[in-house]
Each structure stands twice: as C-alpha cells, then as structure tokens.
C-alpha cells in the first residue's frame, strides 16, 4: 500500500514551458486535491476533485489546469510555466468527505521556474 | 473572510510541555485538524476536533472552543523528534462538508532544544 505518490520530486523549467505532475492514490479515495506551499503563505489549495471525471477550482487556480479521467489519478498541469509558480506542490486525498475523514497528503514536488 | 491565525515560531526545551494556539474566522464551521510537517516532507495528521473539549492522543492533545474560534494543540513530553511545523486547518461547512476542502494557516515551527 504506496499511500499517494507524486511525480516527479523534483524539476526545473523555464519560464514558458509546460509540464505536468502526476498524482496516484491507491486507497480508493473518492475525493483528490491539489496544494502549493509556499514560505509564509501555508498550503493554497489550487484545484480539487470530488470523484471521477470532476474537477473544481480552488484558492488558487489561475495558470494551472487539472484532470481526473480515473479515479486513482490526479493531473496537474502547467501550460506555460512562469517564476510564480516556482513553489512545492503537495497533492493530498480523502475517503469521504465531512467526520474525520483527514486528507493523506504525497510526498510534494519541488518547481523550480527560472 | 477566510482566516486562520498561529504563532509563527516556537522554542521549547525537551521533555517539557508546549501549546501551540490558533484562531480561525471562517464561512461555517466542521471541524479542526493539526497536522505535523518535518522539514522536507508531507504533512501527516494528528488530531481532529469538531466538538468543543479536549481530544487526547498519547502525548498529543487539542482542544476546541467553537464559540470562542480557538484551538489548541498541546503536545507533552517533548522530544527532539517533536521538532517540525504544526499546521491548523479549518473545514468550512458551506462547502466544506460536501467537498472536505480544508483551509489552512501558515503554520507554526516548533524547535526543541536540548
């Protein structure tokens, strides 16, 4: 039971560049999240995903794009990289939603956008 | 509006007791969670509240008053491994309950010293 992974760890773009991280879960989590932390500011939520073939905006949505075609896969995309991006992107899921039910979070990817 | 507040840094000595405040103002309310982040690393859970009083958990425990905005976490016993960022994070009700979308403050650095 690997939890939520993230892919890549690491990676450097340059401004302009696109790319994508990947996100698995393999708890048969319905709901799926994606977060930037970045120093000062706690974790943004950015895009969010309450079950297969839905996706939300969230805190922070602007420059990103996201997709959820199967339910243990979260995709965040970048179209066009900028250096306000440069942050570390942490993806996180839960079972259900409301009661306990915490969010597992990834082990985040670190961007660096030059 | 949205607001989660915390101390920004802590010190405290090893095998003492330390609490870490927060005070949220948030549309709704449905629960409370601290998680921990070392350095580096994912944040993991902790603990939950949703209901005012104290929550216990071994040498970690938090406290929620609803009416007041106010949480605590109180962990006992500190050790060197105790030091890391404690998060607080916040469940609306208005959207949170259906989506478990959690909003949260920009964490606490706890150092344990010798």
């Known amino acids: 039971n690997a939890g939520v992974t993230q892919t890549p760890k690491f990676r450097v773009l340059k401004t302009g560049q696109s790319m994508t991280l990947l996100c698995a879960q393999d708890m048969n989590h319905e709901y799926m999240y994606w977060y930037r932390q970045d120093p000062g500011m706690g974790l943004r939520l950015i895009h969010y995903?309450?079950?297969?073939?839905?996706?939300a905006k969230g805190e922070v949505p602007d420059g990103y794009n996201v997709s959820r075609l199967k339910k243990q896969n979260f995709l965040l995309g970048l179209e066009s990289a900028a250096p306000s991006q440069t942050s570390v992107y942490f993806c996180?899921?839960?079972?259900?939603?409301?009661?306990?039910?915490?969010?597992?979070f990834g082990p985040g990817t670190r961007l660096t956008v030059t | 509006g949205q607001n989660i507040d915390q101390p920004t840094e802590m010190t405290a000595t090893e095998g003492a007791i330390v609490q870490i405040n927060c005070t949220y103002q948030t549309s709704g309310f449905n629960g409370l969670f601290w998680y921990q982040q070392h350095a580096g690393e994912a944040p993991t859970f902790l603990s939950y509240?949703?209901?005012?009083g104290l929550e216990e958990k071994g040498r970690f425990s938090s406290f929620l008053s609803r009416s007041k905005g106010y949480s605590y976490l109180l962990l006992k016993e500190l050790q060197m491994k105790d030091s890391a960022s404690y998060l607080c994070?916040?469940?609306?009700?208005?959207?949170?309950?259906?989506?478990?979308?959690?909003?949260f403050g920009t964490g606490t650095l706890l150092a344990v010293q010798p």
């Open positions: 509240n949703v209901l005012d």
């Open positions: 995903s309450v079950g297969e073939g839905t996706t």
């Open positions: 994070a916040v469940r609306g009700s208005n959207y949170g309950g259906a989506t478990n979308k959690l909003i």
């Open positions: 996180a899921s839960s079972y259900s939603a409301g009661g306990s039910y915490e969010q597992y």
